[in-house]
Nanobody, 125 residues
């Protein structure tokens, strides 16, 4: 059974930083791409960042490019999202996700099959 558990969310002032972590169990983590998504109240879930199984390819939503960095540690079965220069509009529940198949680097939620429970990030102005 594949399980994803996020941590690291919290309350931060605008301009601050947070680092989210996602621990994955139940599969060979290093074979699969990973993604981060977020969902604000009343809005659809949106893509934030994705990373290939090797970590050699990353891509970002335009809204976070230059401020957020996705990375992974295959030895620790974990993926991270370093968030800098946070803005109030970054406030959302953040989810990590992974697809059932060991390829692809999608930006749509329906391309991912396994999800964590989410961690709340709140940025105050």
């Amino acid at each position: 059974q594949v399980q994803l558990v996020e941590s690291g969310g919290g309350l931060v002032q605008a301009g601050g930083s947070l680092r989210l972590s996602c621990a994955v169990s139940g599969r060979t983590f290093s074979r699969y791409p990973m993604g981060w998504f977020r969902q604000a109240p009343g809005k659809e879930r949106e893509f934030v960042a994705g990373i290939s199984w090797t970590g050699g390819r990353t891509y970002y939503a335009n809204s976070v490019k230059g401020r957020f960095t996705i990375s992974r540690d295959n030895a620790k079965n974990a993926v991270y999202l370093q968030m800098n220069s946070l803005k109030p509009e970054d406030t959302a529940v953040y989810y990590c996700a992974t697809p059932q198949v060991p390829y692809g680097l999608g930006a749509r939620p329906d391309e991912y099959d396994y999800w964590g429970q989410g961690t709340q990030v709140t940025v105050s102005s």
